[in-house]
């Protein structure tokens, strides 16, 4: 089992306080506006979505609009979580076979499909998975909807074009002919003036809405995008290979609470 690392501090520590967190995220004014619920006769669209993972404080709101449209959308049976790794513990490329418990619940690991993903440069490493909260803050949104959906976590600390392509084509042979959904766990620019925030985010954004993977990790380092999590989402983009990408919310930590250097938030769905 892998225990909560950042519950009672990015998100509430206790299930009913969780719960009316999380519901709080989807009526905020800068959330969809709603509590949605999942739609069993969904037309299963979404492939994959790109969801901050900062205190839900500040990224809940927009975090929410991926999770409605999957609500949406409908559920798929398994979800593959890529997020960076903050803390440079473990492999460069790390999987772990572990469930993962929030206040909410465990969250089950589909050990049949993290076992078909681990390969080449994904290594399984537990100790990469430890302490870092990318891949965990997104779990309670997943479960406020659905406790029994299971899910496989990678965590990135290489984030080269060349290790995301791997990573993506490993998920993309794994998931072959099943109803999955990948998540890429960022941030976008951090500790900067809200105006600089927006302009070098929306270069980042308009790469990935161009699902151009090559083009978003030369703009990311071309423009200095302090983006945390370039590797996932390029690697979620190589895994899913969708025809469309469309950007359902952007804000920054200023439009919660006014601070002159902010960091940048963005839900982006793909299909």
């Known amino acids: 089992m892998r225990y909560p690392s950042v519950a009672g501090q990015f998100y509430s520590g206790t299930h009913d306080a969780l719960k009316k967190e999380i519901e709080d995220c989807f009526l905020h004014t800068l959330g969809p506006g709603k509590v949605p619920e999942i739609n069993p006769d969904g037309p299963r669209r979404i492939r994959g979505i790109v969801s901050p993972h900062a205190g839900f404080m500040y990224s809940g709101p927009v975090a929410a609009h991926g999770y409605a449209a999957l609500a949406e959308d409908g559920f798929p ?18 999987i772990t076979t572990h469930d993962f418990e929030t206040p909410l619940g ?8 993290a076992s078909a993903i681990r390969r080449d440069i994904i290594d399984d490493s537990m100790l990469a998975h430890r302490h870092e909260h990318s891949i965990e803050v997104q779990l309670p949104f997943i479960q406020f909807f659905s ?58 954004i308009d790469q990935i809405l161009e699902m151009d993977t090559k083009g978003l990790y030369d703009t990311v380092r071309k423009n200095r995008i302090t983006m945390c999590g370039f590797g996932p989402v390029m690697a979620m983009l190589e895994a899913v290979q969708g025809s469309e990408a469309e950007l359902l919310k952007y804000a920054n930590s200023g439009d919660v609470r006014p601070m002159s250097e902010v960091v940048g938030y963005a839900s982006i769905v793909v299909k």
Not at 77 to 94: D, K, Q, R, T, Y
């Open 106 to 113: 465990i969250m089950k690991n589909d050990k049949e499909l």
């Open 147 to 204: 406790q029994d959906r299971k899910f496989v976590p990678i965590s990135m600390m290489m984030q080269d074009h060349k290790s995301a392509t791997q990573v993506g084509k490993a998920i993309r042979d794994a998931i072959a002919g099943r109803d999955a959904v990948i998540i890429a766990s960022t941030d976008f620019s951090h500790y900067i003036s809200p105006e600089q925030a927006r302009e070098k985010d929306m270069l980042a």
């Open 77 to 94: 049976e398994v979800f593959v979580i890529l997020g960076p790794n903050h803390h440079g513990l473990g492999s460069g490329v790390a």
